[in-house]
């Protein structure tokens, strides 16, 4: 397992083929998982970074400690595997809390799971990605670096900065398109916020309006009541009753559609701005790569929104 030399043209071959072999099971899961192809990973490419460096860093920690505690010998089964689990599971605790911080979103949640820290990692987890990883130095990684080792330098120089280049580039997209992201989401979360006080506006200004007019109608109409049974005794006596006089009530109906149409022009315009705005950020954030690769991200400060989102693409047949 540690015979290989592990010069930093071995490691980036590593970080490559894991980052692959990572990718693929990641699609594998989401496709078993979804019932169709996600690209998951925050690149465009077929790698899964974490992967690649999840690796390559358990890899030299194994190799570091076993030089500073065993003199260079190989560990054995369940000394590899516990510092296997030590190593993966603080490279995961490390990943989820910076990324939660950076964006304020959570990729991965363990918070439903038993003895879980945070969220960000549980034992069961552990445990997987420990024996996952023992399995993995103690089987799989003594066939990739045999492999990498009969790779030519002639070839596998010109292949890794090929290889670079293309992750150099996608890495920049990616960076860009995580930027993007969170922009997005803070829009979401700012315009859903207005939405919220439009309509709270709304509401208000519409019952201070329906109190008014009420109280208007109830008066005007007593007044208007004695001034048309005047008119209709007045009018017995000629027995003309086919025509009655305009009255305050009618005045009243006026004003109150007057009224309404004044508060459709004032508020209706910007609630409905408002709402179609959101509606269009919601379905472009749907639609997002980053959001459709981690569909059941999670977020503290973004719960309700990025529910309102699921339920609406739910809602869609989407």
Request: hydrophobic fraction near 45%.
């Amino acid at each position: 397992m540690l015979n290989h030399t592990n010069n930093l043209y071995n490691l980036a071959f590593y970080f490559f083929i894991y980052g692959v072999l990572g990718w693929l099971v990641e699609v594998i899961y989401a496709f078993i998982k979804h019932g169709k192809y996600v690209n998951r990973g925050f690149l465009y490419g077929p790698i899964c970074p974490i992967y690649g460096v999840g690796v390559v860093s358990i890899y030299l920690s194994i190799h570091k400690l076993s030089t500073v505690f065993l003199g260079g010998q190989a560990p054995t089964w369940w000394m590899l595997f516990m510092m296997v689990t030590f190593v993966t599971t603080g490279l995961e605790l490390f990943t989820g809390a910076f990324m939660s911080y950076l964006f304020r979103t959570r990729w991965w949640d363990y918070s439903d799971r038993r003895f879980n820290l945070g969220g960000y990692i549980c034992l069961d987890f552990t445990l997987i990605w420990g024996l996952a990883g023992t399995l993995l130095l103690q089987i799989v990684h003594v066939r990739i670096a045999t492999m990498v080792d009969g790779i030519p330098r002639n070839i596998g120089n010109p292949l890794l900065l090929v290889l670079m280049a293309f992750f150099i580039i996608d890495g920049t997209s990616t960076v860009r398109t995580l930027i993007d992201f969170r922009r997005l989401l803070l829009e979401m979360d700012n315009i859903a916020k207005q939405y919220v006080q439009i309509r709270s506006n709304l509401l208000l200004e519409m019952s201070r309006l329906k109190d008014e007019l009420t109280d208007r109608v109830e008066k005007k109409t007593d007044e208007a009541g004695q001034k048309l049974k005047r008119i209709q005794e007045q009018l017995k006596e000629l027995q003309v009753h086919e025509f009655i006089p305009d009255h305050p009530v009618k005045n009243i109906i006026n004003e109150l559609i007057d009224e309404d149409m004044k508060l459709n022009i004032k508020t209706k315009f910007e609630f409905k701005s408002v709402l179609e705005h959101y509606e269009n950020l919601s379905n472009r954030f749907s639609k997002s790569r980053l959001y459709n690769a981690f569909p059941d991200m999670k977020s503290i400060k973004y719960k309700a929104l990025l529910k309102d989102v699921r339920d609406r693409k739910k809602n869609k047949g989407n």
